[in-house]
């Protein structure tokens, strides 16, 4: 082991990661590092590596008692119940909750359900892009892609239009939290508060839906209590908030780092425009170049050996999927824009147990929405010089995309 750990999320690695990536890569897939927190962690930022790793059952998902860690000791106890809510959502389970809960959920993710969205969310976009004319200058992300998987989100659970403001500030409030290494006693502050909005807006949606289901993921989930066994009331407001949440905080950037990675490669942008049978291709490379998730976390449930080294049971090892996305082991000149790479084995949506249940609704509203952007305005180009990230490392995306159409 180095005698200093190699800083990952810095200032500078959060505008441009990959050339640490790919320092970090060439030295090994394991690192102990500096993510700006109190201690340094173990790292894996290989693709096999990170594969394995959510893969592995002796490596457990319930972390939420961790996203307290970087905060003042004196202070955690304040945001105990924003650390209980965090440990009902389906992500932060372990077996056999998680599992018999997944399978009742994959019924609103089947294949047939997603397809069946596929005319209403291209509606939605032919009315969305409609009043956006070429020659104006937009911010992209505001106008249109952090809206839009808003709408479906909202629209897949029955949520009224004229909440979804507060709710993407309620949503952006727990992303903050949970996207950025080094939190802060105000943003644990805000979480909380959006949390505990959250929990009363679905305590009073799921009295009133039981009375009156639909076929919306609420009464999905309804259902499910109703089974017995599997999930309590309470537990049914923390998915309902969970779902919302990733619909809100993950497409969007899967638009927004898309379309600004295909404004900096006109070429490969122009063929996909000629041939609009590349979108599924296009956006599988652009979940894997610009990941809009770059990290997740595992709690180790006993030691283990990972590349040589001893981790002891407890210790949190990050997966690093941003990096994996780009390792030359798995991916041919992975620094590369490829618009047509076959095989892409990306792991944008992470794998085993936990892998993204919305990774097919997140890939149908990506290819509705890039194809249309990029076919409907050919001459869409940058504005100003530089794009900002946003500090929420975890959930990578810009603060704004200023273009002109
Ligand atoms: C481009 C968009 C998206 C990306 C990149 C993404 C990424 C991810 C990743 C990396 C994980 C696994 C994390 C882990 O292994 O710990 C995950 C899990 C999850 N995602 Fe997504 N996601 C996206 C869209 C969505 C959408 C649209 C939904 C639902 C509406 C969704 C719902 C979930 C849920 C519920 C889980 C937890 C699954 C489980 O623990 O079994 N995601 N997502």
């Known amino acids: 082991m180095k005698d200093f750990a190699p800083v990952v999320f810095n200032d500078e690695t959060l505008q441009d990661p990959y050339p640490t990536y790919t320092r970090l890569l060439e030295e090994g897939p394991l690192h102990y590092v500096d993510v700006g927190s109190k201690w340094p962690v173990w790292s894996v930022f ?42 009902l959502w389906l992500i932060f389970m372990d077996p056999p909750e998680h599992t018999r809960l997944r399978k009742l959920l994959n019924k609103g993710f089947s294949p047939a359900a997603i397809e069946a969205l596929r005319p209403p969310i291209e509606n939605l976009v032919d009315r969305m892009l409609k009043p956006l004319k070429p020659g104006m200058e937009i911010d992209l992300l505001s106008a249109f892609a952090y809206p839009m998987p808003v709408s479906v989100i909202s629209e897949m659970m029955g949520v009224p239009d004229a909440l979804h403001g507060t709710f993407a500030d309620w949503s952006r409030a727990i992303a903050v939290f949970r996207g950025s290494p080094n939190r802060t006693v105000e943003h644990a502050h805000a979480a909380q508060d959006a949390m505990l909005h959250l929990t009363d807006y679905f305590r009073k949606t799921v009295a009133e839906r039981k009375r009156n289901k639909g076929d919306d993921l609420i009464s999905l989930l309804i259902d499910i209590e109703e089974e017995g066994e599997v999930l309590t009331e309470e537990e049914v407001y923390a998915q309902c908030i969970a779902l919302l949440f990733a619909g809100h905080e993950t497409t969007r950037n899967l638009i927004g780092n898309g379309m600004y990675t295909l404004l900096q490669y ?24 610009e990941s809009p998730v770059q990290f997740t976390a595992r709690v180790l449930k006993e030691d283990i050996e990972l590349c040589g080294q001893h981790i002891p ?89 200023r273009v002109t159409l």
């Open 46 to 87: 290989g693709h096999a590596e990170c594969s394995s790793i959510a893969k592995d059952p002796r490596c457990s998902a319930k972390r939420a008692q961790q996203l307290l860690l970087s905060l003042p000791l004196s202070r955690q106890s304040e945001f105990s119940e924003l650390a209980r809510m965090f440990s």
């Open 266 to 289: 006109p070429e490969p942008t122009a063929e996909l425009r000629e041939n609009p049978e590349m979108i599924r291709s296009a956006v599988e490379e652009l979940l894997r170049y």
């Open 313 to 401: 049971k407890k210790w949190t090892i990050l997966c690093m999927l941003g990096a994996a996305n780009r390792d030359p082991k798995r991916f041919k000149d992975p620094n590369q824009l490829d618009l047509k790479r076959l095989n892409n084995q990306h792991l944008a949506f992470s794998a085993g147990p936990h892998a993204c249940i919305g990774g097919q609704l997140a890939r149908l509203e990506g290819q509705v929405a890039i194809l249309n952007l990029v076919q409907r305005f050919p001459n869409m180009k940058l504005v100003g010089p530089r794009q900002e990230w946003a500090s929420t490392f975890g959930l990578r995306g810009l603060t704004s995309l």
